[in-house]
């Protein structure tokens, strides 16, 4: 995997979207305006996108948006083939209209939250623009509402 990774890095082409990407982050404090890779196909956009988000800082927030769900579940699974610990995919919950019990949609709920938490710590998050029209609850009350658990400890509940 890292000689055709090093051969992408070290092309011409790749280089000159690293340098557009970090003068975009420079000039806008550190958020990168949106970047549109055409032209690739397949698992390429994934190899791609992971040789691009290698180059940023461990705490930068790869958004991958797609224009359906099933496109976002197809490229989250190329991106977890190369970047398994950095990758998360943010769901469509498909009962918004409370149509099926909530139970059945307990993993969407938690791949949401994964993905929130990915945007905290730094990563690549991919979805869909349908589930980003999905109202999410304010960042203050997830902190709140958030605690990490260790293997050995106790905890009172």
Known sequence: MNKPLNLLKESAS????????RESMRR????????????????????LLTALAATLPNDAVTLCVLPSQTEARRVYHDLFAFEAERVAFFPLLPDILGEHPA????????????????????GIVVTSIHALALRIPPTEQMLQNTFSIEVGKEYEF
């Open 14 to 21: 790749f280089q000159e979207l690293q340098r557009a990407v």
């Open 103 to 122: 139970d059945s949609h307990k993993s969407l709920r938690a791949e949401r939250i994964e993905a929130l938490d990915a945007i905290r710590r730094g």
């Open 28 to 47: 806008e404090r550190s958020a990168c305006p949106p970047v549109e890779l055409t032209g690739v196909h397949g698992s390429a956009h994934a190899f």
